[in-house]
């Protein structure tokens, strides 16, 4: 008996969160609609994915690599960012270049993101800023675990 | 014995000893670039500067030769502007492409300048530009921007290989390192020159963008390539979850180890290892069955050896076991084989087959190809080739390790012999076409990736351990002749100790006063 009312309450408990919730959305919103700026907005429930939330400038979203003016891919191959990789989800096997200003540039860049954790460290590591996460693709679903292996192909488009 | 005081600690050293050997002694590490103990010093790259009590300026230690009574301080705000200023000097005209450079993480450059902390730069001019990419031997590029003209590799080839094949050339800022006419560095060390490099100027094409330094495990190897056993660090990646194959051997390089091999290795050994492991391996075993390979587990490829072997010592014919080993085995793997197939089978057809003798040279390589031809010598092997008459002669299962009886007589010859050998089994690292003529091939290890020891032409028992395993399904012999004298049940007593390379090496010391000596 006593426990079925500690359920009780907590439901209660609950149902005054929620109306809580709705009160102060409502009361911003109300104001906003009289053009009276509050400082908070209010919450808005996006109508995905049909519609896309604006992301943040600095969200990190899937990766890509940077080219050069003449579309070779930025990266050179150093291995910063394997190497400071928390979930060991970037593989690198570097090429050589002709040009020996260059020298060397990756054969094969691979992200496992199944693996990827979305930390970001690549990109602060990258002495070349070849790798950026920030082209705002977050939906990253996929039907196999392949499909979310990334080479050279798909990371620099 | 002279005593002198080092940042005021007291050593004592014999005459003749320079400050740096003596500071080493007291256990202080002074930077530098140019000094290499097997070489006289040179004092080029100014960077071992020291204060000496009642010398008006700094002095090099590599060079300055103790007094009694001196007064050395290696640690000082002067020792440590002069150090700076030229670190900075040597930046000044360096490229910082240490982000493909191969020698970064272990580039002493690299360690002192964040040593003495230099971030920024008051240098702001362009850098000079110089040959980024010159081929200077078979397997050594150089990057002239990268030098920093410490000549250790000039006096590598003067004063080691005394082969002269490059030379300093031009004066001041002009200063370059170069080849005399075009003619390549070809020595047979030239190898060397990428390790004594302190800075990535001489960088090697086998290792060149393979991998980073810092990704490498180092196991503490010899080298199976020649009699003479050189130490050797194995470096190899332990390989990533979910990559296969990215577990293996990047490079050799040398362990000092004054009384064998000093700090040099040749070419052959260098090289010759990761050659080894990617062409031709056997990766698993497998039996030839009505002229078809069948791959099998290890399970049951030794349950087949097993239960031929088992049929013969249940009729009593034990004696018919020939066994052809190799001294590229181990000293435990060696006396695994004469225990199990002399003592315990009672066979007379033990025999060595090792590959033809080479060529040496008057330096570390030694003729004999195989790294344990000593130790097989005092285990009782007879090194001359065995007659191929006596070994096949009456043999009903014949078991071979390496495949190098293959050098000694003709295909035709070989396939007579064999032809009326009812179990042929060939226990090897590697393929070469002898397969062919076997029924089965169990897959060895190499000896950089198992644990055992050599005995070295001087008779000097050298243990090591294993590194990588790049091909998960091999097993070393040491680990199939256990696991053969287990599933035959020979004295469980005795064999289910020797599993291991440790127990086995014991027992070895133990039976054999030779390496009872050696222990």
């Not at chain 1, 919103?29 to 896309?52: C, D, M, N, S, W």
């Not at chain 2, 390989?239 to 990215?246: A, C, D, I, N, Y």
């Not at chain 2, 040279?361 to 005092?378: C, S, V, Y």
């Not at chain 2, 005795?494 to 014991?506: D, E, K, M, P, Q």
Request: glycine residues 8%; charged residues 25%.
């Amino acid at each position: 008996m006593l426990k079925a009312i500690g359920y009780f309450w907590e439901l209660l408990k609950g149902g005054w969160i929620t109306t809580r919730h709705f009160m102060t959305n409502m009361f911003h919103h109300t104001l906003r609609l009289f053009h009276i700026k509050t400082k908070r907005p209010g919450a808005v429930t996006y109508q995905y994915p049909e519609v896309k939330k604006p992301l943040a400038a600095r969200h990190r979203s899937l990766h890509r690599l940077m080219t050069r003016e003449d579309g070779k891919p930025r990266c050179v191959a150093c291995m910063l960012c394997a190497t400071v990789c928390p979930s060991e989800c970037i593989v690198i096997e570097a090429a050589e270049d002709a040009d020996p200003e260059i020298q060397k540039v990756p054969k094969s860049f691979t992200i496992d993101l199944n693996r990827c954790c979305f930390c970001g460290f690549c990109v602060e590591a990258c002495p070349e800023d070849a790798i950026r996460m920030d082209t705002g693709v977050i939906d990253l679903a996929r039907r196999s675990h392949d499909d979310l292996i990334f080479g050279l192909d798909k990371l620099l488009k | 014995m002279i005593k002198l005081f080092i940042d005021g600690a007291a050593v004592e050293v014999p005459e003749g000893t320079t400050v740096f050997k003596a500071a080493e002694q007291a256990g202080i590490a002074l930077p530098h670039f140019c000094f290499h103990p097997a070489f006289a010093p040179e004092g080029t790259c100014r960077l071992c500067l020291v204060q000496i009590e009642g010398s008006p300026k700094l002095e090099l230690s590599c060079s300055t030769v103790i007094r009694e009574g001196m007064k050395v301080v290696t640690q000082s705000p002067a020792v440590g502007e002069a150090r700076r200023g030229v670190l900075e000097f040597l930046l000044a005209e360096h490229p910082l492409d240490c982000p493909i450079c191969d020698k970064a993480g272990e580039c002493k450059l690299q360690d002192y300048s964040r040593d003495y902390g230099l971030t920024e730069s008051a240098f702001r001019e362009f850098k000079e530009k110089r040959d980024k990419k010159v081929a200077i031997g078979e397997k050594l590029l150089l990057d002239r921007e990268r030098c920093i003209q410490c000549t250790r590799c000039v006096r590598f080839l003067a004063e080691v290989t005394k082969t002269h094949e490059l030379g300093v050339f031009e004066r001041g800022v002009r200063t370059e390192i170069g080849i005399l006419d075009g003619v390549p560095v070809q020595n047979g060390y030239s190898g060397n020159l990428v390790d004594l490099c302190p800075v990535g100027a001489i960088t090697d094409t086998d290792f060149r963008f393979k991998t980073r330094p810092w990704f490498l495990s180092r196991a503490e190897s010899v080298c199976p390539h020649c009699g003479r056993g050189c130490n050797i660090y194995v470096d190899y990646h332990p390989g990533l979850p979910r990559v296969p194959g990215s577990a293996k051997v990047f490079r050799i390089r040398p362990r000092t180890n004054e009384a064998v091999n000093g700090p040099w290795i040749c070419d052959v050994g260098r090289y010759g290892y990761v050659r080894a492991q990617n062409a031709g391996r056997s990766d698993r075993p497998f039996w030839n069955k009505d002229g078809a390979k069948t791959e099998l587990g290890w399970d049951t490829a030794m349950a087949i050896l097993g239960d031929k072997l088992r049929a013969l010592v249940d009729a009593g014919r034990a004696d018919r076991v020939a066994v052809a080993a190799t001294s590229w085995l181990t000293n435990e793997e060696l006396f695994l084989v004469k225990k199990i197939f002399r003592d315990d089978f009672g066979s007379g057809r033990i025999v060595l087959c090792d590959p033809r003798p080479g060529e040496g040279d008057d330096f570390l390589r030694r003729p004999d190809r195989t790294p344990n031809a000593r130790g097989a010598r005092e285990l009782g092997f007879d090194p001359a080739p065995p007659a191929l008459e006596a070994l096949a002669r009456g043999t009903e299962v014949l078991i071979l390790f390496g495949p190098h009886i293959a050098e000694h007589f003709r295909p035709a010859e070989l396939r007579a012999a064999l032809d009326g050998i009812a179990v042929k089994v060939l226990v090897t690292p590697h393929l070469t076409g002898l397969e062919g003529l076997m029924d089965g091939v169990l897959a060895s290890a190499t000896p950089a990736e198992k644990d055992g020891s050599f005995t070295n032409f001087e008779g000097r028992v050298q243990p090591f351990a294993a590194a990588a395993r790049p091909c998960p399904d091999v097993r070393s012999e040491l680990e199939i002749l256990a696991a053969l004298a287990g599933s035959l049940g020979l004295r469980p007593d005795y064999y289910g100790r020797l599993t291991t390379a440790a127990a086995v090496r014991r027992e070895l010391a133990k039976e054999i006063p030779f390496f009872g000596a050696r222990a």
